[in-house]
């Protein structure tokens, strides 16, 4: 018990010296709606579809600039049966993927901010980062859900299209806006809305065009000829498109935080360990 009492006393000092310097650490976090913005399903911004949730370690450099790191795992969906476009209606696919992300993002408070603080209690801010995704796409058929990847929807690893599967994987360029606001000398509570631009067409399973299905079943099974095309005129669709390869990706977090102010937070650990 006393050697804990003891690094928390060294970690508490440590972090009073960076607060003197200007600075200050916090830990957190977030929950948030998800929306995703592609190929499938609705277009635009739109009641959230999945959840998502992580952690985050904030430095600040001083009273306007910050960085964080941080790691988020959720659910991003969307059915072309919520589109308000006659065209992915008569599509008819939908997906759901989970997703992994880390980023690093920087921050920019327009108002001075400092964690704890009475005074420079509270700021709206703009923040860009960069950060990689994992995703997989899945479908659902005959009430089981398929992974949809390696099973070459769009005549991946066929004749008509030798190519690999596509990466599961993707940079992103996360960016938006918050409001951040201190809650005494410990907590800061946070809004945000977060942008997430990718370099994947594929988190939705589709990009290209109709592939024949018959080939896709003599290659990867009928579950992959049934969910390559949905419509009621698959064999009339070949070589017509099935998504925009122009334009890739994108999701979107819409949440909040909590997040401990470090040396406040210590100081209640040493008081609630030495009692």
């Not at 918050?178 to 907590?187: E, I, M, P, S």
């Not at 589709?206 to 000829?225: E, K, L």
């Amino acid at each position: 018990m006393r050697s804990k009492a003891l690094i928390i006393l060294l970690l508490s000092g440590f972090f009073a010296l960076a607060q003197r310097g200007g600075t200050s650490n916090e830990i957190g976090f977030f929950a948030a709606g998800t929306n995703f913005i592609g190929d499938v399903g609705h277009y635009g911004i739109h009641i959230p579809q999945g959840v998502a949730g992580g952690v985050f370690y904030r430095h600040q450099f001083n009273d306007r600039y910050a960085i964080r790191g941080q790691f988020a795992f959720g659910r991003i969906a969307n059915d072309d049966a919520l589109s308000t476009l006659e065209n992915r209606q008569f599509r008819n696919l939908h997906f759901r993927s989970n997703i992994y992300e880390g980023s690093v993002i920087g921050e920019v408070n327009f108002f001075q901010y400092r964690p704890g603080s009475s005074k420079y209690w509270h700021t709206p801010y703009l923040f860009a980062g960069a950060g990689i995704t994992a995703f997989n796409p899945q479908a659902q058929y005959q009430d089981e859900w398929y992974d949809l990847a390696p099973l070459g929807t769009e005549g991946q690893r066929t004749s008509i299209n030798p190519g690999n599967y596509y990466p599961t994987a993707t940079w992103t360029l996360p960016f938006g806006m918050g409001y951040k606001w201190n809650l005494g000398r410990t907590w800061c509570f946070g809004v945000e809305l977060g942008f997430r631009r990718t370099y994947s067409d594929y988190i939705d399973d589709v990009s290209g065009v109709y592939a024949d299905p018959d080939i896709i079943r003599a290659a990867h099974g009928d579950v992959a000829a049934a969910l390559s095309n949905r419509t009621d005129r698959p064999n009339e669709l070949i070589g017509y498109a099935r998504g925009n390869n122009q334009n890739d990706d994108w999701y979107v977090f819409t949440g909040i935080s909590i997040s401990a102010n470090l040396p406040p937070f210590i100081e209640k650990c040493t008081n609630f360990i030495n009692r």
